[in-house]
T-cell receptor
């Protein structure tokens, strides 16, 4: 069973630039969600995708957008990067069942300078 | 208002002792799920245990058990026989929302240090 993989592991961008982070779901999982984890904080829910459609969103501005592909992999896009966007971005996959836990990737560490 | 509250920023426990990590939650949904995750210094989030709001019995998974007190809206994690490898951040999380539009809310975490 292949786990959740994220790329890249680290990224440095300049304020105002755009970034795309990628995630491959665990085999058999049809739902993917993204989280932002600032240093010393808990993960903050960005959004969730199921069957290629966004079906849940946290309190993040529209410059945070995403995609889910037919093979359930996903992208997180962030436009007009701000310094406060510096964080660990975690992708998690799961099944749609109520008791299905999230399975996380190792994250992408984004630094905005 | 915080939906998930973890009041212990840091905890120490002696190796082989038991430790309880506190978590309280707030939701008006009758159906919800509570999860605990472990995050070692390497950064990965590891699923530990799940409790559904309608589950009658407290969940157990090996050395982990969840002390679920629904009326008090608490879901404390109990780790028995602590090991040095248990040193990590621990996050309590809640899944809420109607089926198909779940949202997950995490607490701020408790850093556990197991002492030899």
């Amino acid at each position: 069973e292949t786990g959740v993989t994220q790329s890249p592991t680290h990224l440095i961008k300049t304020r105002g630039q755009q970034v795309t982070l990628r995630c491959s779901s665990q085999s058999g999982h049809n739902t993917v969600s993204w989280y932002q984890q600032a240093l010393g904080q808990g993960p903050q829910f960005i959004f969730q995708y199921y069957r290629e459609e966004e079906n849940g969103r946290g309190n993040f501005p529209p410059r945070f957008s995403g995609l889910q592909f037919p093979n359930y992999s996903s992208e997180l896009n962030v436009n007009a990067l701000e310094l406060d966007d510096s964080a660990l971005y975690l992708c998690a996959s799961s099944l749609q069942g109520a008791n299905s836990p999230l399975h996380f990737g190792n994250g992408t560490r984004l630094t905005v300078t | 208002a915080q939906k998930i509250t973890q009041t212990q920023p840091g905890m120490f426990v002696q190796e082989k002792e038991a430790v309880t990590l506190d978590c309280t939650y707030d939701t008006s949904d009758p159906s919800y799920g509570l999860f605990w995750y472990k995050q070692p210094s390497s950064g990965e989030m590891i699923f530990l245990i799940y409790q559904g709001s309608y589950d009658q019995q407290n969940a157990t998974e090996g050395r982990y058990s969840l002390n679920f007190q629904k009326a008090r809206k608490s879901a404390n994690l109990v780790i028995s026989a602590s090991q040095l490898g248990d040193s990590a951040m621990y996050f309590c999380a809640m899944r809420e929302g109607p089926s198909g539009t779940y949202k997950y809310i995490f607490g701020t975490g408790t850093r556990l240090k197991v002492l030899a």
